[in-house]
Nanobody, 124 residues
Framework: QVQLVESGGGLVQAGDSLRLSCAAS????????MGWFRQAPGKEREFVAA????????RYADAVKGRFSISRDNAKNTVYLQMNSLKPEDTAGYYC?????????????????WGQGTQVTVSS
């Protein structure tokens, strides 16, 4: 049974940093592109960042470019999202997702597995 478990969310002030982690129980984790998405109340789930499986190429949403950084540790079956200079508009539930043999796509329909999410709240 595949599980993706996010952690690291919390309540922070604007300008602070957080690092989210997603531990995956995937037998061949290195063969999956991994993505982070977020969903605020009343809004659709949106792409945040992704890292591809072969060479670790990355992709970011314009709203987080320069502030967020995605990375992966294949030895630990874990993907990270380092979030710096957080803004109130970053407040959302953050979800990680896995896409077998995929590239760093922003299309959420291409991800086969999803975690339950971790809440990030940024106060002004």
């Amino acid at each position: 049974q595949v599980q993706l478990v996010e952690s690291g969310g919390g309540l922070v002030q604007a300008g602070d940093s957080l690092r989210l982690s997603c531990a995956a129980s995937l037998r061949t984790f290195s063969n999956y592109a991994m993505g982070w998405f977020r969903q605020a109340p009343g809004k659709e789930r949106e792409f945040v960042a992704a890292v591809s499986w072969p060479g670790g190429g990355t992709r970011y949403a314009d709203a987080v470019k320069g502030r967020f950084s995605i990375s992966r540790d294949n030895a630990k079956n874990t993907v990270y999202l380092q979030m710096n200079s957080l803004k109130p508009e970053d407040t959302a539930g953050y979800y990680c997702a896995a896409n077998y043999l995929g590239l760093a796509t922003l299309n959420l329909n291409e991800y086969e597995y999803w975690g339950q999410g971790t809440q990030v709240t940024v106060s002004s």
